[in-house]
């Protein structure tokens, strides 16, 4: 067990509609990662969010948006999806952007993911 | 972003040492490497990373090319339970000690009993 908690753990919608993915993280820990994992991409990293505020963007959909709210659980809104956004969909949580002493992200420590199917 | 580059796949025996390759030659001097493994249905779990220097931990060894330009994964001793898919990673500091990690398509390792 990580102690990275996310829900929903399975999530099947229609193509249109909009759904919210939910990840709280470790205690104590300020950042937040989401990433995406389908089969013919494998995972890419969409956005970090650390104590509230996004600090690195990657792959992320102008269709997606994510926030970190004042207890540090973040929620990641996917909206007006389509089929290709069938996929898993991890959080993963670290202390900081650095480790103590040193630049890198340290450990992140993953969740178990939501598995979203659009149809 | 700097890439690294593994085979697709590796295949053990059990209790023998298992030495996973990477390649990063565009590796920059900043970035950290690290080590991810994925068992099947469940989320990444961290093995170890490092800078330069030779690292340990109770799960593996890294040992990192004194260029920097590539690095080994050592699991000194494969369990049925170290089949997974294995991703090195370079942690790419976005600027202002703001580092995301950029997963590849990993090496599948299978462990054969």
């Known amino acids: ?119 | 972003d700097a890439k690294t580059t593994q085979p697709n796949s590796m295949e053990s025996n059990e209790e023998e040492p298992v030495h996973l390759p990477c390649n990063h030659s565009t590796i920059s001097g900043t970035d950290y490497i690290h080590w991810y493994r994925q068992l099947p249905s469940q989320g990444p779990e961290y093995v170890i990373h490092g800078l330069t220097s030779n690292v340990n931990n109770r799960m593996a060894s890294l040992a990192i090319a004194e260029d920097r330009k590539s690095s080994t994964l050592i699991l000194h001793r494969a369990t049925l339970r170290d089949a997974a898919v294995y991703y090195c990673i370079l942690s790419i500091d976005s600027g202002g000690s703001n580092y995301k990690l950029t997963f590849g398509k990993g090496t599948l390792l299978t462990v054969n009993p």
């Open chain 1, 1 to 119: 067990d990580s102690g990275v908690t996310q829900t929903p753990k399975h999530l099947i919608t229609a193509t249109g509609q909009r759904v919210t993915l939910r990840c709280s993280p470790r205690s104590g820990d300020l950042s937040v990662y989401w990433y995406q994992q389908s089969l013919d991409q494998g995972l890419q990293f969409l956005i970090q969010y650390y104590n509230g505020e996004e600090r690195a963007k990657g792959n992320i959909l102008e269709r997606f948006s994510a926030q970190q709210f004042p207890d540090l659980h973040s929620e990641l809104n996917l909206s007006s999806l389509e089929l290709g956004d069938s996929a898993l969909y991890f959080c993963a949580s670290s202390t900081s952007p650095g480790v103590a002493g040193g630049p890198g992200p340290g450990e992140l420590f993953f969740g178990e993911g939501s598995r979203l199917t659009v149809l």
